[in-house]
């Protein structure tokens, strides 16, 4: 449904409050009042059939008798009643409301059938209402008036909502909106990320999230929101592996064994680009410090401390988040000890004494804000009755407003520091209770900066050896299907992986102990054999699995051992027979676990980690979400030990990363190409100097529908790849970009003229840096498409000629396009062939209109769209004029 009437929920004109009353303490009474008390300049109207006037306002009997038509309507009224005032709001042609009271599911799927009806959005119910202190609206039942600011927070929970304004109120932490989202029954975290990623004055969104409902648009406009600005949430209902819960990884008890529900979620945030934190103070700590810090090069924090133990406190606890207190460089060192005398240790943290002055805070901030290797400061102090806490504050405060270095504070004490770091709080320079307090919220600076480059990273091309065959995956899984196989035997898995490029043990099957001595013999000793079983998948838990086989006699005792005790332990389970492989000595492979699930709400994941019994034992698993490049695949292994296994140590040479990075992206490939694969493992898959080799695997199968939302992020579009022939011949592929087309694309922009640059980007640019460039090649494919041209060079190599964007608002229903070919192309016929490409994408995915701002000037590109049938109007600049196309 659209998010344009969000405009009306929170910017309305007319408000009308449905239930008011003058009951005091009852909530129809308290949104009243707080609509007034906030200075709400627009109309208020109160409905109320037995009662004349509210809160000094006439009230009205009904939704028809109100003098105009709201834009907002706040429900106060029981739940019964909601659906039918849903449908009257909508017949009177309100298009938001706002649900306070809470509905049971039948009310809840009326009210939802009665504001589809009338393109209504309601938020609620449950809810605590809304606050947006810059336009003077408080539509809530709270106690407590946020303050204006740059923060968006959205929360599922009321209380968390009531001690969010709590605790902001005294820190004069502010609000661009404040929303409580209720039962989200309607309005989501998706709408609200999609209007707060694009409103001017939020400048952080913060979330509490209980459970979510929705993926697929949750992570498009988590991902489009985190592009602009910092994203942070609190996700609350961690669980321990094992259980399930809503908006958690209720996966198949096969998988859920091994995995952390809650990592499933975390793996989702982090590919979003939304930063996780643990409480609602790390929430606003961490915000205190990314709204107003400068972006950070690295992560060098220095300690300052009139105490040697607040510094060592510090220390710990950066030490516990995985990083370290940098050594100063040589210059800052023997400029501090200039400073700080002879008998300073030249160590950081830097211990500027007990007694030390504002003028000597105020020198040391100066000196470390003048080293290009730090990149923040932790300056704290502990109250001494040598020197003022307050001069100091007001020293550091002076320091950062010359200098603009990221600072971060800690006064530490209780009433005597209180009006000190007032001071900062009105300064706007962050400030904490602890040094770890302030040492967590440098972390999340840092992990930030992680979010953002994994969002604009630049992933290197996939290795020419990855060309997938997911025609023979398939049928594969098809035969199975039709055979009424819900696992796909040994045989079949190799075939599967074989089809995607990944290495496989050559594996024979034995009908019985006698032919599985006779396959030995044949293969060559010493062989290893696995009892094969629908029913079994943890086969050494039977005693299913015998290594190193030397002899005929061997392998067939090793055969009747298995058979007697899966009849022992297992005699539900059917055996049909024995895998039997020649092993291949790697005395330095290491074992590996790669594996994928379904989430129910997430869709397909992708698994890592330690292979072998470890894989339950230890259950070090990292959980990633399809699609995987190289440097997605490369930090999903970062989180495991297993990371560390792969490395050189003593004589035992590393194993090849690349090789356990592509087959993961082999994996999260097959996966996407193939929906009727539910859940699958390679256990173990042999890591070595050499490469991988999976021994062992396991897929299991269903019949699948047709979903393209069946990934949470949608994977690259093979199929609108096209060639083309241009009128000179010249063969042409038109296809989607991708993130591996920066470098061309860099090459590309180069080759343009000064004119053609200034045409598409309104203003002459040499070159576009890696951030700008990477929001270009690094797209979100449902709500954004960009078609290049691409064609051999003249070295052989494959270089850009045209691009073709557009970006669909999220409503879908429209899109703004921009287009550029090379200039020496024109006359081809490639910006014809673009458009009409453009233009059939655009109706495919069911959007009304195209529109672009044309430079009046640019002749060319309006005598080409005028072709095409554009309406060219004026625009909102002088000199730009606004062409649109009606596609549906």
Not at 268 to 294: H, K, P, Y
């Amino acid at each position: 449904m659209s998010i344009s009437y969000l405009q009306r929920l929170f910017r309305p004109r007319s408000i009308a409050v449905v239930g008011a009353t003058n009951r005091p303490q009852s909530v129809g009474n308290v949104v009243m009042r707080n609509l007034q008390a906030g200075g709400f300049e627009g109309a208020i109207m109160p409905i109320n059939p037995r009662q004349d006037a509210v809160a000094g306002v006439l009230a009205y009997p009904d939704v028809f008798s109100l003098p105009r038509t709201p834009d907002l309507a706040v429900l106060c009224t029981p739940p019964e009643t909601v659906p039918d005032l849903i449908d009257e709001l909508g017949v009177r042609g309100t298009r938001a409301a706002l649900v306070i009271g809470g509905m049971d599911e039948a009310q809840q799927a009326r009210a939802l059938a009665a504001a589809a009806r009338h393109d209504l959005r309601f938020l609620g119910g449950r809810s605590l209402g809304i606050q947006v202190p810059p336009f003077r609206l408080n539509a809530s039942f709270s106690h407590v008036r946020a303050l204006p600011g740059p923060i968006g927070f959205v929360s599922q929970s009321d209380a968390v909502g009531t001690l969010v304004l709590d605790w902001a109120y005294p820190r004069r932490v502010g609000f661009s909106h404040f929303v409580s989202l209720g039962d989200a029954a309607d309005i989501g975290f998706g709408d609200m990320l999609d209007y707060l990623g694009s409103d001017p004055g939020t400048r952080a969104i913060l979330l509490y999230i209980e459970d979510l409902r929705e993926r697929r648009t949750f992570m498009a406009a988590a991902r489009a929101a985190a592009r602009n600005k910092p994203v942070l949430a609190v996700k609350a209902g961690r669980r321990p592996p094992g259980s399930g819960t809503a908006g958690f990884a209720e996966l198949s008890p096969d998988v859920l064994s091994l995995v952390d529900p809650d990592a499933v979620f975390d793996a989702a945030l982090q590919r979003a680009g939304i930063l996780r934190v643990r409480s609602i103070d790390e929430l606003f700590g961490a915000v205190e410090t990314l709204a107003r810090a400068r972006p950070m090069r690295g992560e060098g924090l220095v300690a300052v401390s009139n105490g040697g133990g607040t510094g060592t406190m510090a220390a710990d606890e950066l030490h516990a988040g995985g990083l370290a207190l940098p050594a100063l460089s040589e210059r800052t060192a023997a400029r501090l000890k200039a400073l700080l005398g002879p008998q300073w240790n030249g160590a950081n943290p830097i211990d500027v004494r007990v007694d030390a002055t504002a003028a000597r805070y105020a020198d040391v901030l100066k000196i470390l804000g003048e080293d290009e290797e730090v990149d923040a400061i932790l300056a704290m102090h502990t109250p001494t009755t040598l020197t003022s806490s307050t001069e100091a504050a007001m020293a550091v405060i002076r320091t950062v407003r010359q200098h603009g270095t990221n600072v971060l504070t800690c006064w530490i004490g209780g009433d005597t520091v209180a009006s000190d770091r007032k001071l900062f709080v009105d300064a706007g320079v962050p400030t904490f209770d602890t040094p770890a307090d302030a040492v967590r919220a440098f972390l999340h600076m840092v992990n930030y900066r992680h979010r953002q480059e994994s969002l604009m990273q630049t992933p290197p091309s996939i290795p020419a050896e990855f060309h997938p065959d997911p025609d023979t995956a398939r049928r594969v899984v098809q035969r199975a299907l039709a055979a009424g196989q819900t696992y796909l035997n040994e045989p079949q898995v190799k075939e599967v992986l074989s089809a995607y490029g990944i290495p496989v043990v050559e594996t024979h099957i034995a009908t019985d102990p006698a032919h599985a001595r006779r396959l030995a013999v044949s293969i060559g000793f010493p062989v290893a054999m696995t009892v094969m079983s629908p029913d079994i998948r943890r086969k050494w838990d039977v005693g299913g699995v015998a290594l190193g086989l030397e002899t005929p006699g061997a392998v067939e005792a090793a055969a009747h051992g298995m058979l007697s005790r899966v009849r022992e332990k297992r005699p539900d389970a059917r055996v049909t027979g024995f895998s039997v492989q020649r092993m291949v000595p790697r005395g330095n492979a290491r074992q590996l676990f790669i594996g994928a699930a379904t989430d129910p709400l997430f869709g397909p994941i992708i698994l890592f980690g330690e292979g072998g019994r470890a894989a339950e034992l230890f259950r070090d698993l990292a959980v990633g979400l399809p699609p995987l490049n190289q440097p997605l695949a490369r930090e999903l292994v970062a989180r495991t030990r297993v990371a560390t296994l792969l490395k050189e140590h003593l004589n035992r040479p590393a194993a090849s990363l690349d090789a356990v990075c592509l087959t993961l992206m082999q994996v999260s490939q097959l996966v996407a190409d193939v929906p009727e694969l539910l859940e699958m493992d390679i256990n173990p898959l042999f890591a070595d100097e050499r490469g991988v080799t999976a021994v062992d695997a396991r897929m299991k199968i269903a019949a699948a529908k047709p979903d393209p939302h069946r990934l949470a992020i949608r994977p690259y579009p093979k199929w609108l790849e096209e060639t083309i022939l241009l009128r000179d011949g010249r063969a042409v592929l038109l296809r989607p970009i991708r993130p591996e087309d920066e470098p061309a694309h860099h090459v590309f922009i180069s080759k343009l003229t000064p004119e053609d640059v200034r045409f598409r980007f309104f203003h002459y640019k040499a070159s576009l840096p890696h951030s700008e460039m990477a929001r270009l090649t690094q797209i979100d494919y449902d709500r954004e498409m960009a078609f290049i041209a691409v064609a051999p060079g003249a070295d052989g190599e494959p270089e850009t000629l045209g691009v073709i964007r557009v970006v669909a608002d999220p409503d879908h229903q429209r899109a703004e396009f921009s287009m550029i070919t090379r200039s020496d192309l024109k006359g081809q016929g490639l910006g014809t062939r673009m458009m009409r490409k453009m233009m059939d994408h655009c109706r495919a995915n069911g959007l009304r209109e195209m529109t672009g701002d044309v430079l009046a000037e640019n002749k060319p590109m309006l005598s080409f769209l005028d072709r095409f049938g554009f309406t060219v109007g004026p625009g909102d600049e002088d000199g730009i004029l606004r062409a649109s196309y009606r596609l549906n």
